[in-house]
């Protein structure tokens, strides 16, 4: 503001200047003043804008001054802080110096009186170092021992599944060889009772039927097919023995095994029989015979054996026990095909 006045009173003094003058000066002059007073013109538009480039300048240093002066406080603000903060840091720094020269005195004088102390420690550190030796050495041993057990347990156990395997396997046979003889037990039962029931009539004869091992023994006594000393089947002995083979004849499944028994007593007939074994042997064909004679029964299904007197089942000392051991057994076993082809298979 104040340039802006400085410029204004310079223009009219000039004005003025020039009115005073054009009365006293020639033409010539006068136009030389008004070129001046024009050339000041155009000075003066020209200062005058500069004047508010100068003003526009002048508010711009202001705002910036007065954000240096915000600044400036701002900086001054943080100085104290950090002033501050650097007294105290310096007061922590003076005092941790203080406290580490008084724990490095005390170190000092902690080492100098511990030197059989550290001597001592030494020691037992080496010695730990070399159990810890021992014990790894022992460790490995252990690790080289748990692997091979690992080994020998990885083998096992595969021989395990292995065995596993065939124990299951040989149950499997166990249990099918279990259901044949189950089924075995059941057919021996049921025939037992059916030559219990073809037989009834002929009770109290001397005529004996039993199960064992398997097998039903049907046990003929002398008296109900023989005369003593003879072979020759008498008529209660025949339609004992034709009730028996139309009986067995509807069971094809059952081999027949006729044994023929004699008491201790010695053979004393006449003719082509010589002993106990010959008198044996030929009843028990005599049987067999009898068996198949008006029966269709496949011969390959009967045996004829003689048992002399070898195999008593009562004394021979009482003509009780002579009697009962003079007997025809007529054995009946059902035939175990499938049995023995699971024996053969395994």
């Keep these: 503001m104040i340039i802006k006045m400085k410029y204004r009173n310079f223009f009219i003094l000039?004005?003025?200047?020039?009115?005073?003058a054009a009365g006293c000066v020639p033409q010539r002059k006068y136009q030389d003043i008004v070129d001046k007073h024009e050339e000041c013109k155009e000075q003066n538009k020209q200062l005058m804008?500069?004047?508010?480039?100068?003003?526009?300048?002048?508010?711009e240093t202001k705002s910036e001054l007065e954000n240096y002066k915000k600044r400036i406080e701002s900086l001054q603000q943080d100085t104290a802080v950090l002033s501050t903060t650097?007294?105290?840091?310096?007061?922590?720094?003076?005092?941790?110096?203080?406290?580490?020269?008084?724990?490095?005195?005390?170190?000092?004088?902690?080492l100098s009186n511990s030197k059989e102390e550290s001597a001592r420690i030494l020691a037992d550190l080496q010695e730990t170092q070399e159990n810890i030796l021992k014990q790894r050495d022992s460790l490995k041993r252990l690790e080289k021992r748990l692997k091979e057990k690992e080994e020998n347990l990885e083998e096992m156990s595969?021989?395990?599944?292995?065995?596993?395997?065939?124990?299951?396997?040989?149950?499997?046979?166990?249990?099918?060889?279990?259901n044949i003889l189950d089924r075995k037990d059941s057919v021996v039962t049921a025939l037992k009772n059916?030559?219990?029931?073809?037989?009834?009539?002929?009770?109290?004869?001397?005529?004996?039927?039993?199960?064992?091992?398997?097998?039903?023994y049907v046990s003929m006594e002398e008296k109900l097919l023989?005369?003593?000393?003879?072979?020759?089947?008498?008529k209660q002995g025949k339609d004992a023995l034709k009730e028996l083979g139309n009986l067995l004849a509807r069971n094809e499944d059952i081999n027949i095994m006729v044994e023929g028994h004699t008491d201790s007593v010695p053979y004393s007939g006449k003719g082509q029989l010589k002993d106990n074994w010959d008198l044996s042997v030929k009843r028990a064909t005599t049987v067999v015979r009898e068996l198949?004679?008006?029966?269709?029964?496949?011969?390959?299904?009967?045996?004829?054996?003689?048992?002399?007197?070898?195999?008593p089942i009562a004394t021979n000392e009482t003509s009780e026990g002579r009697a009962k051991n003079r007997?025809?057994?007529?054995?009946?076993?059902?035939?175990l095909d499938e049995l023995f082809n699971i024996i053969e298979m395994n």
């Design 14 to 20: 000039s004005v003025l200047g020039l009115f005073l």
């Design 49 to 59: 804008v500069e004047n508010e480039e100068m003003t526009t300048s002048l508010q």
């Design 86 to 110: 650097k007294n105290r840091l310096k007061q922590n720094y003076n005092e941790l110096y203080t406290s580490y020269e008084q724990l490095k005195k005390n170190r000092e004088e902690e």
């Design 158 to 178: 595969q021989e395990l599944a292995i065995s596993k395997k065939a124990m299951e396997e040989k149950q499997k046979k166990l249990n099918e060889l279990q």
């Design 194 to 216: 059916k030559v219990n029931s073809a037989l009834r009539g002929f009770e109290g004869e001397g005529l004996t039927i039993e199960e064992r091992n398997g097998k039903v």
């Design 226 to 234: 023989f005369a003593s000393g003879s072979y020759n089947i008498s």
């Design 292 to 311: 198949i004679k008006d029966q269709n029964i496949d011969e390959e299904r009967l045996i004829a054996a003689g048992r002399s007197k070898y195999v």
């Design 327 to 335: 007997r025809t057994e007529i054995i009946l076993t059902p035939k």
